[in-house]
T-cell receptor
Framework: KQEVTQIPAALSVPEGENLVLNCSFT??????LQWFRQDPGKGLTSLLL?????REQTSGRLNASLDKSSGRSTLYIAASQPGDSATYLC?????????????FGKGTRLHILP | DTGVSQDPRHKITKRGQNVTFRCDPI?????LYWYRQTLGQGPEFLTY????????KSRLLSDRFSAERPKGSFSTLEIQRTEQGDSAMYLC??????????????FGPGTRLLVL
């Protein structure tokens, strides 16, 4: 059974700092991994999707890496801004099935201090 | 196309009442998913449809829950005899259903349910 763990659960950093969010998963037989952003009381927005054949993806100030063999992914946010404050969720498809059912971590609540 | 929409956005009901939520997926998407999210947790899978066929139901979906997608377009999620433990955000997502490692799900804004 796939399990996704995110560390830390919450993080507060001053504006302008670079930061790393961590995600680990128990079954490395995944075919992609996604990072989502969720603002309070809102739905989810996909930030980055890394296919199993890839090691990283970049979008603007965001960079996500994937190490399947160790069951880890990181989301790097450069030059953080107050608008980055949100919950960041890591998610992987259910293992050994290709029906796109997603298993989520509990998220990291990020607060950027102005 | 404006993405996945859900209605209502908020619902307050008394314990024992029935509620129904609606989800309109992105028009060309064949797959539709329902998730439930409680405070401080990530979303948990409830059920999903491939066109009008409901292909899987989670153990979280008790007999009081029923979901339909009658014409393979919009979907409804009904909760009968609501309980306080049903209070959560109910999220709908859709995807093309073509498969492959690059496929992603697009989420709606959610319906927040509060059972008093």
């Amino acid at each position: 059974k796939q399990e996704v763990t995110q560390i830390p659960a919450a993080l507060s950093v001053p504006e302008g700092e670079n930061l790393v969010l961590n995600c680990s998963f128990t079954d490395s037989a995944i075919y992609n991994l996604q990072w989502f952003r969720q603002d309070p009381g809102k739905g989810l927005t996909s930030l980055l999707l890394i296919q199993s054949s890839q090691r990283e993806q970049t979008s603007g100030r965001l960079n996500a890496s994937l190490d399947k063999s160790s069951g880890r992914s990181t989301l790097y946010i450069a030059a953080s801004q107050p608008g980055d404050s949100a919950t960041y969720l890591c998610a992987v498809p259910r293992n050994r099935h290709r029906d796109d059912k997603i298993i989520f971590g509990k998220g990291t609540r990020l607060h950027i201090l102005p | 196309d404006t993405g996945v929409s859900q209605d209502p956005r908020h619902k307050i009901t008394k314990r024992g009442q029935n509620v129904t939520f609606r989800c309109d997926p992105i028009s060309e998407h064949n797959r539709l998913y329902w998730y439930r999210q409680t405070l401080g947790q990530g979303p948990e899978f409830l059920t999903y449809f491939q066109n009008e066929a409901q292909l899987e139901k989670s153990r979280l979906l008790s007999d009081r829950f029923s979901a339909e997608r009658p014409k393979g377009s919009f979907s409804t999620l009904e909760i009968q005899r609501t309980e306080q433990g049903d209070s959560a955000m109910y999220l709908c997502a859709s995807s093309l259903g073509a498969g492959g490692p690059q496929e992603t799900q697009y989420f709606g804004p959610g319906t927040r349910l509060l059972v008093l």
